[in-house]
């Protein structure tokens, strides 16, 4: 498994491979499980961070919506005839 991902500028690490270099440079248990938690806690703020994001960019969307055009471009628009005098209409 790769040990961080680089997304833009930040690096991610997982919390296996944390766990693993935290063993690795002899951290205390009691602070390795502390920045474990501090790991996990950073990451769902994260994660919770990006859906609003994507959320308010769904909600500003929804309002270019009525920008988009009913008919296709290309096609004439369509008449509404009041009455004809094919039709049976009044003279």
């Given at each position: 498994m790769t040990t961080s991902t680089?997304?833009?500028?930040v690096a991610a690490v997982s919390g296996t491979d944390l766990k693993a270099r935290l063993e690795k440079a002899n951290v205390p248990p009691a602070q390795a499980?502390?920045?474990?938690?501090?790991?996990?806690?950073?990451?769902?703020?994260?994660?919770?961070?990006?859906?609003?994001?994507?959320?308010?960019?769904?909600?500003?969307?929804?309002?270019?919506?009525?920008l988009i055009p009913?008919?296709?471009i290309g096609?004439?628009?369509?008449?509404?005839?009041?009455s004809s005098p094919a039709a049976g209409g009044a003279d």
């Open positions: 680089k997304a833009g500028r499980d502390a920045v474990l938690q501090a790991n996990s806690d950073a990451r769902l703020a994260a994660l919770r961070a990006s859906l609003w994001v994507a959320a308010l960019v769904a909600v500003v969307a929804l309002f270019f919506t009525g009913v008919r296709p096609r004439p628009r369509r008449e509404v005839a009041t």
